[in-house]
């Protein structure tokens, strides 16, 4: 954890002294799309460097989350570098085919070895601290340690959007209006059924969590905050494969006040409460279950309304953003392992569990990641609308396919009254096979010509929802790869790449850029994760 932090807060220098690189392509972020870039990219004879702000690839992959989350997903859409990435963990788990569901640390190692086979350099420890520009033009970049990196193509595969943010490209944050887009699904979206708890203290002052009174936000009005955020730690049952749980380093009781008076309701209602109310187990392999924030719970991990300001934060605000969650969960977790106001059982429950000894050795066994759902999201040539996932699917310049659901987590919480709630932000809508444009992944020519975005791409944040899976992120960064490299050979900008070569070649790579006859489009009757 302290690791983790000081490499967020002063962006820990590389080890040497700052230097120069030329390389062909540059790649920004060691998350799953950005690997996928580099990778395809080496295959294809460029040079590469990736680039990766923090001490280890793979993003939330490698963090905490193992689900490719195909069970939410039509899984005849995910081919290419992803399938392949996904057949490499069949190989190690002995099946024959592709594996979805993952060990974190065996993640990292097929990534590793992936990037080593394809020749490809990986900086580690430094992000992006300013954008060299010759009119629409990147010339160079240079990283917090010093180092100035000078190529002919970039690649930003960040979830936030931090290369393509300091080069001058056009974004937006929060959700749209349902008027910008005419988007069903936009805005602000409160749930129907409220929350019964104790909103505010004994002054009248909202509770730590409730971000604001209901009768100040409006249904369908634009909100500048994306989904909230929290941390995907790996847990074990069995003692044999525990390490305890640490404290946080700021505890504050008062933060679970509306958890506290929650369970005290119950009691009084004589209503039984378990801890599977408030945290998602889900189980993995070798003994390992993986913790999430739960939809339906009163409170859970993920931090309504800390998630606010990430997405434009400098390092250092973010430094303490990410602090301010980790104190948030491993709070919550002493909260229902030691607070009188939790029920007896539940705190036996939690504290008969513990961090797997096996899983992020180097951080005190906590993920290296905040799980960042969402944060930028580019305005490029074409922006990706609800109606682009749902009902115009076709697109003439497809480079992949995502068929994931619209899935939006909440946003925060919001006073009705003082004994009650309503949350606000989630959206959960069926699936659907859909092409997804090159053009997504291109700024605006004349903001920027040799700069790709698959990660915080062009997308509406309704749309975004079905893009923000490792899988999909994948799918587009295999893209971005290929088309840096044909933008590098002809020296051509990448918003005047080729279509049809393009597609040509991710079709031989078997990339999934087509509708296949007789595939389902609908993610009708999918089947649940398996048991391990």
Not at 47 to 65: A, N, R
Not at 357 to 371: C, V
Not at 410 to 438: C, D, K, S, T
Request: charged share 25%; glycine share 8%.
């Amino acid at each position: 954890m302290k690791s983790l932090f000081l490499t967020l807060l002063l962006c820990a220098v590389h080890a040497g002294a700052a230097d120069s690189i030329t390389s062909d392509i540059v790649v920004y972020s060691g998350v799953p799309c950005g690997i996928a870039a580099s990778i395809m990219a080496a295959r294809e004879g460029a040079k590469v460097v990736l680039i990766e702000p923090t001490k280890h690839v793979g993003g939330l992959s490698t963090s905490g989350i193992n689900t490719a989350e195909s069970e939410h997903m039509l899984k005849w859409t995910i081919g290419g570098f992803a399938d392949e990435f996904y057949r490499r963990l069949g190989a190690v788990y002995q099946i024959d085919g592709p594996e979805y569901f993952f060990e974190s640390s065996v993640a990292e190692k097929i990534y590793l070895d992936m990037l080593r086979e394809a020749g490809v350099q990986v900086r580690f420890g430094a992000s992006v601290d300013a954008v060299a520009k010759d009119g629409a033009r990147i010339t160079s970049i240079t990283l917090t340690d010093g180092t100035r990196l000078t190529a002919k193509v970039f690649i930003d595969a960040g979830y936030e959007g931090d290369l393509m943010a300091s080069a001058g490209v056009k974004y937006a944050v929060g959700r749209e209006s349902k008027a910008e887009f005419g988007e069903e699904a936009a805005g602000v979206r409160f749930d129907k059924t409220p929350r019964q708890a104790r909103t505010v203290d004994e002054a009248g002052r909202l509770l730590p969590g409730i971000s604001a009174w209901a009768k100040e936000l409006h249904e369908g009005d634009a909100h500048r905050a994306p989904m909230n955020y929290n941390f995907r730690l790996t847990v074990a049952k069995d003692p044999k494969l525990q390490v305890p749980i640490p404290a946080p380093r700021h505890y504050d009781a008062k933060r679970y006040a509306l958890l506290a008076g929650w369970f005290r309701d119950q009691a009084q209602q004589k209503k039984p409460v378990k801890l599977a109310d408030i945290l998602d187990l889900y189980k993995r392999r070798n003994g390992k279950f993986e913790l999430n924030n739960k939809q339906s719970a009163i409170y859970s991990l993920g931090h309504f309304g800390g998630q606010f300001d990430w997405p434009d934060a400098s390092y250092a605000q973010r430094a303490l953003i990410y602090q301010d969650h980790m104190d948030y969960t491993l709070g919550l977790l002493h909260f229902l392992a030691a607070d009188e106001a939790v029920p007896g059982n539940v705190r036996d429950e939690m504290k008969s569990l513990g961090l797997h000894k096996e899983e992020f050795a180097d951080n005190s066994n906590l993920p290296y990641q905040l799980y960042v759902r969402e944060a930028r999201r580019m305005r490029g040539e074409y922006v990706v609308t609800q109606q682009d996932v749902q009902d115009n699917r076709r697109k003439p310049d497809s480079i992949g396919m995502s068929s994931h659901f619209i899935d939006c987590h909440h946003v925060q919480r919001v006073a009705l009254n003082e004994n009650e709630f309503v949350n606000e932000g989630r959206i959960w809508r069926m699936g659907h096979a859909y092409q997804i444009p090159y053009r997504a992944l291109t700024p605006k020519a004349a903001e920027c010509t040799n700069l790709l975005v698959p990660g915080a791409a062009s997308y509406s944040h309704v749309a975004f929802c079905t893009l923000r899976l490792e899988s999909v992120w994948m799918i587009t960064g295999h893209a971005a790869g290929v088309a840096a490299v044909m933008a590098l050979k002809d020296y051509a900008e990448v918003q005047k790449v080729p279509l049809a070569p393009l597609q040509d070649k991710l079709r031989s790579q078997k990339q999934v850029v087509d509708f296949v006859p007789g595939m389902p489009e609908m993610c009708e009757h999918l089947n649940g994760p398996p048991e391990f």
